[in-house]
């Protein structure tokens, strides 16, 4: 038999396992240093009132006869995929619930929708970017066309007469660079995917970042969305629910390839390879929804972009140039003295024991870069941006 030979295209470890690894064998060989972790954005606040309330309450429910629950609906509980359309209408964004699917987060989902398109089709990703996106076409074998994000185009590639593929992947605001897309960008690519018949896919992952109310949260408050883009959100970095597990994905009816609605092939794939998310998540996923629960979420991310703002104000008085950290929990430095990316990564390992993810793992753009994430505890944020800024 034959395995999957496009394993073998892969690099060895997916990114943050690789950081990980280093870090640990760093913490062995150096049991007592201190060392403060800004690299994979994982939250450290814990989950809001409101959803852990939810979640007790729906815990009690499952140990009931009369209110227990087996399998749960096919795309999600309609509880929840109406709080979510509620969501969406208050931007102005009108879905039925039909088009809602629920998940367990926004990496499952990017890469299994790939199972509705053809091998043959291109991806075009932007570089640098989300490991997930490259990772998961390289398995399909499919072919991947970069777009360049770079300080000229201000990390927010956009389509030309030259642009050329099938699926593009946009993720705003982004991750790693933190830049945001306006409205007059998106719109750009909305009106490339419909003029050629590409498929967007969408990932919103940070929309609860943005601060500014006329850049878009949804690629669907742009007009032609709903022909062309798949939206993929997940509560990980909006409510905490990295270890929970709570996402949402929204096909729109109207959009429609090789004469097939993508919603129907979605759900069709969904019902055969996804039995859903607990209950107990949904229910917690509900109450992020509420007034209530949109407050406390509300603070957490206060209290996370505080933290980026702490991030940015110390790289600022250090002369080290960066962007990101406003719409985002992520900051974007340009490595001081034209270090490159692993080696800036091993100096703050070594000398401040403070952890960064490394740009050139974004992609060959991010090379002379380092991220940092703005998702610590207040305190250690600001004793990690001491340390590098004495570094300097
Ligand atoms: C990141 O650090 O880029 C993210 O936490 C990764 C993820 O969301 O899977």
């Known amino acids: 038999m034959r395995i999957n030979e496009n394993y073998g295209n892969l690099k060895e470890n997916y990114l943050f396992s690789d950081i990980a690894r280093k870090v640990n064998e760093y913490k062995a060989s150096h ?7 800004l690299g ?3 939250v450290t606040l814990p989950l809001c009132k409101s959803v852990v309330d939810a979640m007790v309450k729906a815990t009690l429910e499952m140990g009931k006869k009369e209110t227990f629950r087996g399998y749960g609906d096919e795309q999600g509980y309609s509880f929840l995929q109406e709080a979510i359309a509620d969501y969406y209408k208050k931007r102005g964004v009108a879905l039925d619930i039909s088009e809602i699917f629920i998940s367990d987060g926004a990496k499952s989902d990017l890469g299994n929708m790939l ?3 053809s091998t043959d089709n291109t991806a ?3 570089d640098p970017v989300y490991p997930v996106y490259v990772d998961t076409n390289i398995l ?3 072919k991947i066309a970069f777009l360049n994000a770079n300080e000229e185009n201000g990390f927010l590639p956009l389509p030309d007469e030259n642009t050329k593929g099938d699926i ?3 993720c705003s605001p982004n ?3 933190g830049a945001v897309y306006d409205r007059e960008g998106l719109k750009k690519w909305v009106d490339w995917a419909n003029a050629c018949g590409a498929v967007i896919l969408f990932d919103a992952a940070y929309e609860a970042f943005i601060s500014d109310d006329s850049l878009p949260h949804s690629i669907y408050e742009i007009e032609g969305a709903r022909t062309c883009a798949v939206e993929v959100c997940s509560l990980s970095k909006t409510a905490g629910f990295t270890g929970t597990r709570c996402g949402y994905t929204v096909v729109p009816e109207a959009l429609i390839r090789g004469g097939k609605p993508l919603r129907k092939m979605w759900l069709r794939r969904q019902t055969t390879k996804f039995n859903g998310v607990p209950y107990i998540v949904q229910r917690g996923a509900e109450a992020v929804f509420t007034d209530a629960g949109q407050r406390e979420i509300k603070e957490n991310i206060a209290y996370y972009k505080e933290n980026a703002r702490i991030i940015a104000d110390a790289l600022g008085r250090a002369g080290i140039a960066f962007s990101g950290g406003v719409h985002s929990p992520y900051i974007w430095l340009k490595c001081p003295g034209g270090m490159t990316s692993w080696e800036y990564f091993d100096l703050l390992l070594n000398k401040a024991n403070v952890v960064g993810t490394p740009g050139a793992g974004f992609g060959k753009n991010g090379e002379g870069y380092l991220r940092l994430t703005a998702f610590g505890d207040r305190g250690r944020i600001k004793e990690a941006v001491e340390r590098i800024i004495k570094l300097k």
């Open 140 to 142: 399909a074998g499919r």
């Open 115 to 117: 199972d509705l398109f």
């Open 175 to 177: 991750n790693p660079t």
């Open 31 to 37: 049991p007592d240093a201190d060392v403060i972790r």
């Open 124 to 126: 075009l990703i932007p």
């Open 40 to 42: 994979i954005g994982d």
């Open 168 to 170: 593009v992947y946009i």
